[in-house]
Nanobody
Framework: VQLQASGGGLVQAGDSLRLSCAAS????????LGWFRQAPGKEREFVAT????????YYAQSVKGRFTISRDNAKNTVFLQMNSLKPEDTAVYSC????????????????????WGQGTLVTVSS
């Protein structure tokens, strides 16, 4: 599956952004999806994940309550709504996919994912 992330940009602290990740090449609904981010000089970190059905989600503690992951299986797209952005949210955000036969399973480790899209840069100024 090919993944294409978009929606990044430069915003001020407290603003909102919505990232999108469009998929192609395989049956989108067969994949659990995740968002990860990597700040300059830091390792990649988990942000959020969603199950195939969209019924189960899981978030990093640092974004819980501010970010929302969702998916539209009819449009082969996963979203990351980011509210109340902070300067520490500045990073390159990437989406990833992993095939699973379990409709409610989600995955929190980058090592579990098979497909990655290119990142989109989010910069939050103070």
């Amino acid at each position: 599956v090919q993944l294409q992330a978009s929606g990044g940009g430069l915003v001020q602290a407290g603003d909102s952004l919505r990232l999108s990740c469009a998929a192609s090449g395989h049956t989108f609904s067969n994949y659990s999806l995740g968002w990860f981010r990597q700040a300059p000089g830091k390792e990649r970190e988990f942000v959020a994940t969603i199950s195939r059905s969209g019924g189960n989600t899981y978030y990093a503690q640092s974004v819980k309550g501010r970010f929302t992951i969702s998916r539209d299986n009819a449009k082969n797209t996963v979203f990351l709504q980011m509210n109340s952005l902070k300067p520490e949210d500045t990073a390159v955000y990437s989406c990833a996919a992993v095939w699973t036969y379990l409709s409610e399973r989600y995955f929190g480790s980058p090592d579990e994912y098979d497909y990655w899209g290119q990142g989109t840069l989010v910069t939050v100024s103070s």
